[in-house]
């Protein structure tokens, strides 16, 4: 994502306030989300962050930001949905190249920015009940999605009949994640990531 000069955004910010009732500018509030992603990924823990210290990154007022987002918490969310991207949709010909989409998709070229800021959001998620909701609204879909590729490769016979969905979603998801938000092994090539973990789940998972 291009980053945006102040002066653009403040004119955008402007025009805004200028004509109550027009919809959203789309490139001032990219540039919100973009300023929560650079002061989160540069170390800044998500408890910090504030919501003058975004305008002040995003080169905004205060009030801007206040009238798309109540508070901080709402911000982060649509930030994580931001980072997450819209939803995959598998093509439903083979199992197997429907995971492998599904993974590639959570590894996207942004995934060592995405991962540093997720490591940053993490302690938020994990002391607020509340933040942890609304996170879990944000990805639940997308696991849902992983589900129903998993039912359907039981249904068809692709997949072992007493396959557990839960933890083999989990044996997906979860390195994949640990990938991404640390790099965890260097000796893991990116390119064929995807591939090489779902053939790896797949060898005890298939029928």
């Not at 009030?63 to 995959?88: C, F, H, Q, S």
């Not at 998993?150 to 997906?172: F, N, P, Q, S």
Request: charged residues 30%; proline residues 6%.
């Amino acid at each position: 994502m291009e980053r945006m000069t102040t002066v653009s955004v403040e004119e955008s910010a402007d025009q805004d306030r200028k004509a109550p009732g027009r919809p959203r500018n789309a490139q001032t509030d990219r540039a919100i989300i973009e300023a929560v992603f650079d002061l989160l990924s540069s170390g800044q823990s998500a408890d910090a962050l504030s919501m003058e210290g975004v305008a002040a990154k995003a080169g905004v007022g205060k009030a801007t930001i206040y009238r798309r987002w109540p508070n901080k918490e709402a911000l982060l969310v649509d930030a994580v949905a931001t980072m997450k991207g819209p939803l995959p949709e598998p093509v439903g010909e083979s199992v197997r190249d429907d995971l492998v989409m599904l993974i590639a998709a959570m590894r996207n070229k942004r995934m060592e920015h995405y991962g540093k800021v997720t490591l940053c959001l993490l302690p938020e998620i994990a002391r607020s009940p509340e933040m942890r909701r609304i996170y879990q609204g944000v990805i639940e879909p997308r696991r849902e999605v992983m589900r129903g590729v998993l039912r359907r490769g039981i249904k068809t016979g692709e997949l072992r009949a007493d396959l557990d969905v839960e933890l083999t979603l989990l044996m997906l998801s979860g390195p994949t994640i640990a990938q991404n938000m640390t790099h965890w092994n260097p000796q893991v090539p990116d390119d064929s990531f995807a591939e090489d973990l779902v053939d790896a789940v797949l060898r005890g998972a298939a029928a």
